[in-house]
Every structure is written in C-alpha cells, then in structure tokens.
C-alpha cells in the first residue's frame, strides 16, 4: 500500500512539472517579441487551424456549347462564407442562346448549409427562378457531400411559392490520369411531383442532363477542359428541343 501511495505522489508530481514546463515553454516566446506580434501569431495560428471565417468561389462549369450549328454559353458557380461548421451558400446557374442572344435560363440560390456529419452538410434557402420567365421563388431543403469512394452528391427538394414540388441530383467523379489530367464523368436528375405546363415536363418525368469533360489543371486555380454532353427526358413527355442531344462543349474552371 505504501509502495502505491509513493508511486501516485511521484506520478503526480511528474506531471505538475510537465504541465509546468510546457505552460512555460509555450510563453516564453512572450519574453523575446512584441506583444502586438505575438497576438498576430496566435491569430494566424487560429486562422490556420479552422477558428476563422473563410470565403470560396468555384465556377464548375464555364463553357460554350456547340449542337447542330446552335451555339449557346453556360455558367454554374457557386460560393461560400464562413466556418467549419456553418456557412452561407450561393449559387448560380445560367444559360444564354448565342445564337438568339437570349438568356434562357437564369436561377439562383441562396442557403444557409451546416455540417450533420463529416463529408455531409445540411442546406436550406430560398431559389430564385428568373429566367424563363415568371419569375417563380423556391423554398429548398438540400444535402450535400462526398460519399464514399469521392462521389461528390449535391441533392435537393424545391417547394414553390405555388406548392408545386420537385427535386434535383447531382454527381459527379473525378478520374485523375495524371497530376493535372483528370477526367469528370457527371450526371445531373431533375424531377417534378406535379405537372409543371410552363417547362412542360410532366408528373414523374426525370430530365438528364449528363456529361464527360477532359480536364487539364494548368494551375491548380484554372483549368481548360473539353467534352460531350448529352441532355434528354426520361418518360417522353416533353420533346426534345433538338433532335440531336449530343453536344460539343469546351470551357475552363476556376477557382479562388
């Protein structure tokens, strides 16, 4: 008993000084350096470590479409700020006919996304439909992630001021070849649960839109890219615009 009395003493007197000495050691650079320059260091240290807000642009998608002598440009971006935890989103879709100088598509997202899970975060917001016209606004409850084997899965259910309801996914893989070569198979699924007479897509009907784009990372910041892409409708109620839905694409991404 004795012998364990004395072993616990010597341990917690071992660790005091340990304690002692490292409290030490982490403030003795407090007796060489400025105080200002210190608070400086701890708050990059902060900074580097996740204790601060942060902001992030992708434009995931900007290119031009070639199908059947039509042309036409598209832009999907999205951006955020803030922390680990809780950020605010934005994101952009846009479509314009270059070869009628019209915008045909023009939607808008604004959420507020917190993290469930590692890899997974919890969106909701509001959608902005613009363009195709009436203006039409959304609620939307979304989840988005990676998933395992790096399938990176962005989901999400609309309601609209009208209560109609419809869902879209999106993923998409990436197949690096080399250290700047990759290669994006994507898949995009948009559904709705009610007749919808302005896009004239019916209950139950998936439009698909789908591509494979040859990327080249010239930075890690900017990468050109070119491919095909392939949109059409699962359940045939809407005609496609174009009897070919093969399309040609080349664009870059970029990122800051």
């Known amino acids: 008993m004795m012998l364990m009395r004395t072993l616990g003493r010597v341990i917690g007197c071992a660790i005091c000084l340990a304690s002692a000495s490292t409290a030490q050691a982490q403030n003795a650079a407090d007796a060489y350096f400025d105080a200002e320059e210190m608070a400086a260091a701890r708050m990059a240290l902060k900074h580097g470590h996740g204790d601060h807000i942060g902001t992030f642009f992708l434009a ?10 039509d042309a036409s440009l598209a832009l999907e971006a999205h951006g ?6 809780q950020k605010l989103w ?6 314009h006919d270059a070869s009628e100088s019209s915008l045909d598509e023009l939607e808008v997202q604004g959420l507020y996304s917190r993290a469930i899970r590692p890899f997974w975060d919890l969106q909701v917001g509001v959608r902005q439909d ?4 009436p203006a039409k606004t959304h609620a939307v409850l979304g989840v988005q992630g990676v998933a395992p ?17 419809s869902a879209r996914v999106e993923a998409e893989y990436e197949f690096r070849l080399s250290q700047r070569l990759l290669l994006q198979p ?17 209950s139950g009907d998936i439009v698909v839109n789908s591509g494979l784009r040859l990327r080249l990372e010239v930075t890690r910041h ?3 890219y070119f491919g095909i892409s392939w949109q059409g409708v699962l359940g045939g109620s809407r005609k496609h615009d ?15």
């Open 222 to 224: 900017i990468a050109p």
């Open 130 to 133: 613009i363009q195709p016209g």
């Open 80 to 85: 955020w700020l803030g922390g680990d935890i």
């Open 242 to 256: 174009s009897e070919d839905p093969f399309s040609l694409v080349a664009g870059v991404r970029f990122w800051f």
């Open 186 to 202: 994507r898949v995009e699924l948009n559904t709705a649960f009610f007749d919808d007479e302005e896009s004239g897509l019916a």
């Open 90 to 95: 934005l994101k952009f879709d846009a479509e």
């Open 60 to 69: 995931e998608r900007f290119e031009a479409h070639a199908n059947d002598g």
């Open 149 to 165: 084997y790096w399938f990176e899965i962005d989901s999400a259910l609309f309601v609209s001021e009208r209560g109609d309801i």
